[in-house]
């Protein structure tokens, strides 16, 4: 890996701070929830809590939960609904996580190696299988008809958008909106459906559950985003995780579109060769992420990432200032800054 | 394949008529299934109703929806609750076939491609994600809270089931008690899921659905052995299926738990080799079917499965005679009549 992409010099500590105000404001909501995902992972079938596990475990940042805590607080909500269904919200992300490493073919996630790469692809996909119907089992407990509907619309939204990333997976003629549409579905719809039920358990107005849906699509826009960036950063590195991995599976992301659509023909017959035809060798990488560097595509994507952030940030301005809504605010800086 | 297991010489003609008088009793229920299936299969991702479709329509029997059909009727219910419900059950078999394929690198199914192997194994795992999520819609609509009881605990009852053939898949040392267990998992509680919620949408006592329940149950076992037994059986060439895949995938199944406990240690320690360490050579499958047949492993496994079959009936016996609570008995022997 030749290439370092300068993408800023935000230092460590402001980028955690941002999540640490909503973590210490719902930190006792969190401890339950994690309970509440170890107590409902169990099975006399020991691999599942051990696969299970061994991804719950393994530093996620339980965003999405974290979420659906302060969205029920912010709107007043002071029963014990929230803590199940932030639960339910982490295991449907966990469930997708598992078949995702499978479709992907991934060993590394998080600076671990993914459950498939331990267990198998078999096994990940029974035991995905097994969180997504614990998480329903979980939402039929708590017994709202409304958030039932949310969560399971939410979950074929996702399905459907990972099904059309598989078919759009190598086409480099993919419109930046086309890409919108795949991220919506696939990673804004959880974001969305976690922040929205914070209003359905407070029995709030539909305007609220509307704000913080929009907040929570749009963010979960801002994440992936950032997400893709990156994947082709040198501060992925110093996450654990692998660089260049979407581009060795010729997953076409914002900034691969950006450089595709700004490239002369001699640079989009690379793409086409290596993101098309998959036909790839050493120094290839390398190859790419300079003439990302060379179009601004990843410094774009960032850019296109602040909008999106932008608009979560007025979605979530309905609400009245409290704690909880900047805590909310801070966590679209935390995404963003991620890249940095 | 040289060896052919003689399993007894009824004819075609009785096996099938045992499912047409099901079959003919709900037909107008079942086309409104269908249509139902067909709808809300539908998605702007083109290639899900394809994938879907593909299996949807490749000669399932609808068994399980036929029976949901069929114990609504019996127990008096006139609404149209069971269409979208059995509708649910469908798409939730489907939903575990297509990943079910994934896991076993399955070829074929019903004598057709399965879809995995002509679209791959990532579309499958997410068009079943899909199909599942979509099962919870339709529940959802369907809005009874005790129907998506009953049907998500199904369904992490059968992820776990399926999770724990996997683990002992390939230990000859399983128990037949162990592998009932698997199989009461895996298979049995979406038949009796699909049974129970015949008496619930019928709003009918606590008893008429538990005795809804057993059947099921008793009858998904007694399908599940007589599957097995197919799996090595000259008849399973003449429904396109592949003869010996349990045993080229090393699942072990009654047939070899009986055979493996009957056994010489040499015996066993063919099983060890072939099963345990998948070191199979070319006439090994044959000499596996002639163990089988000396310990009269699959005469025996059909002894059992009547035995299960036997236990249906005699739950389905708590109703009134009627034209459904016959056609509810009829499939126990086309269940064991497809051995044959």
Redesign the interface.
């Known amino acids: 890996m030749g290439v370092v992409v300068p993408l800023g010099s935000k230092n460590e500590t402001a980028k955690k701070a941002s999540l640490k105000k909503l973590q210490s404001l719902v930190a006792d909501d969190l401890s339950k929830v994690n309970k509440v995902i170890v107590d409902r992972m169990s099975?006399?079938?020991p691999?599942?809590p051990e696969l299970a596990g061994h991804l719950v475990a393994s530093g996620g940042k339980r965003l999405r939960p974290l979420m659906t805590l302060a969205s029920a607080h912010m709107c007043g909500y002071s029963g014990e609904r929230h803590i199940q269904l932030a639960a339910c919200v982490e295991f449907i992300h966990t469930a997708?996580l598992l078949?995702d490493d499978?479709?992907d073919e991934s060993d590394l996630r998080r600076g671990n190696a993914t459950a498939n790469a331990l267990w198998g692809?078999?096994?990940s996909?029974?035991?995905?299988?097994?969180l997504?119907?614990?998480a329903?089992?979980l939402?039929?407990k708590d017994?709202s008809?409304k958030v039932?509907?949310i969560l399971?619309?939410a979950?074929?939204i996702?399905?459907?958008g990972?099904?059309?990333q598989?078919?759009t997976s190598n086409d480099t003629s993919t419109s930046e909106d086309a890409y919108l549409e795949v991220i919506s579905n696939k990673t804004a719809a959880l974001f969305s459906a976690a922040c929205r039920i914070g209003a359905v358990v407070a029995d709030r107005p539909k305007a609220e559950e509307e704000a913080l849906e929009s907040y929570g699509r749009n963010i979960g826009i801002t994440f992936q985003l950032i997400d893709d960036v990156l994947d082709f950063s040198a501060k992925q590195a110093t996450l654990g995780k692998t660089v260049g991995d979407d581009f060795s599976e010729g997953k076409i992301t914002l900034p691969i579109i950006l450089a595709f659509r700004r490239g002369d023909d001699e640079e989009r017959s690379f793409w086409i060769r290596t993101l098309e035809n998959l036909d790839q060798q050493e120094g290839d990488l390398e190859h790419a992420m300079g003439l990302l560097e060379k179009h601004g595509a990843l410094e774009d994507t960032i850019e296109r990432a602040r909008h999106y952030g932008a608009k979560a940030r007025d979605a979530i301005g309905f609400f009245p200032a409290s704690e909880e809504q900047q805590a909310l605010v801070d966590v679209i800086d935390f995404c963003i800054e991620r890249a940095h």
Request: charged content about 15%.
């Open positions: 099975s006399r079938v691999l599942i997708t078949h499978v479709v692809n078999q096994a996909v029974l035991v995905g299988d097994f997504f119907s614990r329903f089992q939402m039929v017994g008809l039932l509907d399971s619309t979950s074929a996702i399905a459907e990972e099904v059309l598989l078919v």
